[in-house]
């Protein structure tokens, strides 16, 4: 929901409401082996799950804009707010038949709560020569629980007997303060714009269960420079430069080592630092009513990349982890592509042919490793009708350097279905991994260990959803729907079911 009222000619306010609620059953067969170095079946184990999951999660902004004194001169003040709820119960029976040891019940239970307040204040203007300058400063805090809990059922009473290799707590909380600045001018033919953003971040986090407290500070500055020219025609030739930072997911903070999987533990690392990202790319563009198309080419710099490491604990145990990777490099052509085949089929195409090298020596490999490969999205949009829509989607997720080793290509077909039923009831179907392509593994040598992990998801989701949506206006003929945003409108409700 969405309101706009114009106090004066130079006053305006705004606010924009909404949330979005789903839940449903999922269920899952998950079938567990592990081989000798002979290719012997050392251990087999199967795991059927019943499963339940619910969300909540909502927006709320409100802004005031002020117009001052000179033509498009302006102060805009504006808070922002978003929650995000979920939690999930499984109950699994496993049963082993190698080494024979029956069946045994238990279960999972994990929930998080993610709060974000935000602040900012922007001042615009427009000097003499169309040159435009904007100023701001932004206060965002970040705060997030997460809740794991498990329990193992007891044989003879049933009673469940709380699991303390799953349960744990975690609270993280990050502050940032941001000033940044722009300014933008026309060079000959050349749109100029140059900015500066300074950031401070402060972060705790705080490992409950196991009494671990961890805090960072640090500050930085982060430059950018963009040129572009119009070429005949509808193109568009860009050069640019920036620096930019990438702090690392909270959960990968969460120091708890979590045995779900005893023999592959999994931790995350309380003192990983953010990535910090130097950028230059060539870009050409072309935009038109029907179609539009583009290219960049870009070298990467990169320090402190999150990536995985893992440790031997014992013969048959394994920890994964994270670290921060000393030094990366990457360089190729970024691309896209949409266009019309007829009236009603569309597509579009995006992808990254790259090289990439990274530099791990420090954490003990011999020498500098480097890879080349192809990261792709493409989806056809088929609409026989104004009221109907539907997707398939293909991703490719290309191979992935570690320090240790490599993880092996993913790819992914996807389904979707949109039909609107009136103005504010649409109907949505979607089916993921159609050909069962959702498949972890991995590869990694070091001098104690040589391993190859590999984890399968059989089994294919399907979503089916009844969307209303309040106070959107007045629609037009043609239904949208992008798999991968399939829930992008202000819906304030939601149901469904989910079978996998």
Do not use: C
């Not at 982060?222 to 020219?229: D, G, K």
């Amino acid at each position: 929901m969405a309101l706009s009222y114009q106090l004066n000619e130079s006053q305006s306010f705004g606010a924009d409401i909404n949330f979005r609620q789903r839940s449903g059953d999922r269920y899952f067969d998950q079938q567990s082996r592990r081989f000798l170095v002979d290719k012997s079946l050392n251990s087999n184990t199967s795991i059927h799950s019943d499963g339940y999951e619910w969300s909540l999660s909502g927006e709320q902004r409100l802004r005031f804009k002020q117009n001052l004194g000179r033509a498009e001169e302006s102060i805009e003040i504006s808070l922002h707010r978003s929650t995000d709820k979920e939690r999930e119960s499984y109950a699994y029976l496993r049963t082993a038949t190698l080494p024979t040891a029956g069946q045994s019940r238990d279960h999972l239970y994990l929930s998080h709560d993610l709060r974000v307040n935000e602040f900012s204040v922007d001042y615009r203007t427009v000097l003499a020569n169309d040159q435009r300058i904007k100023l701001g400063y932004n206060f965002k805090y970040d705060h997030n629980e997460f809740e794991n809990a498990g329990d193992n059922v007891d044989p003879l009473s049933g009673q469940p007997l709380p699991n303390v290799d799953l349960t744990n707590q975690f609270r993280f909380q990050q502050a940032i303060q941001a000033f940044y600045g722009s300014y933008e001018q026309m060079l000959g033919k050349w749109a100029s714009i140059t900015g500066i953003r300074t950031e401070h971040t402060a972060t705790k986090g705080n490992q409950l269960t196991t009494n671990i407290v961890s805090q960072q500070s640090y500050i930085g500055f982060y430059p950018s420079q963009h040129f572009e020219t119009s070429l005949d025609g509808d193109a568009t030739l860009s050069v640019g430069y920036s620096r930019r930072l990438s702090r690392p997911d909270p959960e990968e903070l969460n120091p708890f080592i979590d045995h779900q999987d005893i023999h592959n533990l999994r931790a995350g690392n309380p003192n990983l630092l953010p990535q910090d990202v130097q950028s230059f790319d060539v870009g050409y563009r072309v935009e038109t009513k029907l179609q539009s198309y583009g290219l960049t080419g870009y070298l990467r710099r990169s320090r402190n990349n999150v990536t995985d490491v893992s440790v031997l604990i014992s013969p048959d145990v394994l920890l994964a982890t994270k670290t921060n990777l000393p030094k990366s490099n990457a360089a190729g052509i970024e691309f896209n592509l949409s266009d019309s085949i007829t009236s009603n089929i569309a597509y579009r195409l995006s992808g990254n042919l790259f090289h990439s090298q990274i530099d791990a020596i420090a954490l003990g490999t011999q020498s500098t490793k480097s890879t080349s490969g192809l990261n792709l999205k493409a989806s056809i949009d088929y609409r026989p009708t104004r009221f109907d829509n539907a997707q398939i989607s293909i991703s490719r997720a290309d191979k992935r350097l570690t320090p240790q080793g490599y993880i092996k290509p993913i790819n992914l077909v996807n389904f979707g279905y949109k039909r609107q039923i009136d103005q504010d009831l649409s109907l949505t179907f979607t089916a993921s991994d159609i050909f069962n392509g959702q498949r972890f593994q991995r590869y990694l040598t070091s001098s104690d260990l040589t391993q190859t992990y590999q984890r399968y998801q059989f089994g294919r989701i399907i979503y089916i959803g009844l969307g209303y949506s309040f106070g959107t206006g007045k629609k037009g003929k043609n239904v949208s729907f992008d798999y991968d945003q399939r829930f992008v409108e202000k819906i304030v409700f939601v149901a469904g079911v989910n079978y996998m």
